[in-house]
């Protein structure tokens, strides 16, 4: 298994509909989950976190399951306005560092939003 | 407050030019990193420095160097560049290691010939 894998997409949907990402990983020490956006030609930002309880901000719910190593994004109502790359990002234990982790970026999925 | 700032951000080098690419964050934190980013690839790390004074390299080191000049600048320079080295180069920040959000420069897209 690929250390992040998420569906490339891309996800074309109309405004309003829902619309869910599932990203998986591979290492089992991982301890800190994200959602990433990036928008064309754009550097990624922080959408939200991913706590163990799952989490909800807006329109946005992310949930984890830890047994499965499997996240979620569930993006609810969509707007025009959330097209973009949706990046999972996973933490791991570094290469060189004992003790440290590292980031993994997913290669994202892709999000259109249709009128 | 412009947060995470890097130059340039376009270059166009020849094999075996030099390079160095430039970081800077205001935002008072304590660690950076590099990443590029190629198509179909995700974000890789390059090099990151957990504190000032430190630097640990990342998944994808070689060809690169880098340098914490002091708490708000991370280098990244290239000794010899390759046409392997075309990319999109993401400079970061987050307060201390990677359980925190890290915030993102605008990139640097750089072309090798």
């Known amino acids: 298994r690929k250390e992040v894998e998420q569906d490339p997409g891309p996800f074309n949907v109309p405004e309003g509909a829902t619309v869910a990402f599932n990203c998986t990983y591979s290492?089992?020490?991982?301890?800190?989950f994200f959602w990433y956006r990036q928008d064309c030609r754009k550097e990624p930002k922080l959408l939200m976190s991913?706590?163990?309880s799952g989490n909800e901000d807006g329109r946005f719910t992310a949930q984890l399951n830890r047994a499965s190593q499997y996240i979620s994004l569930l993006i609810r109502d969509s707007k025009l306005s959330d097209s973009a790359t949706y990046l999972c990002?996973?933490?791991?234990?570094?290469?060189?560092?004992?003790?440290?982790?590292?980031?993994?970026f997913g290669k994202g999925t892709k999000l259109s939003v249709i009128p | 407050n412009a947060g995470v700032t890097q130059t340039p951000k376009f270059q166009v080098l020849k094999t075996g030019q030099s390079m160095t690419l430039q970081c800077a964050q205001d935002?008072?934190?304590?660690?950076m990193y590099w990443y590029r980013q190629d198509p179909g690839m995700g974000l890789r790390l390059i090099y990151y420095?957990?504190?000032?004074?430190?630097?640990d390299k990342g998944e994808v080191p070689n060809g690169y160097n880098v340098s914490r000049l002091n708490k708000r600048e991370f280098s990244l320079r290239l000794e010899s560049a390759a046409p392997s080295q075309t990319s999109v180069y993401f400079c970061?920040?987050?307060?201390?290691?990677?359980?925190?959000?890290?915030?993102f420069g605008p990139g640097t897209r750089l072309t090798v010939t």
């Open positions: 970061a920040s987050s307060e201390s290691g990677f359980a925190y959000e890290q915030y």
């Open positions: 290492n089992s020490a991982s301890q800190s």
């Open positions: 991913v706590y163990s």
């Open positions: 990002v996973v933490n791991r234990r570094a290469y060189s560092g004992a003790g440290s982790y590292q980031l993994t």
């Open positions: 935002m008072n934190h304590n660690s």
């Open positions: 420095s957990a504190s000032e004074g430190t630097t």
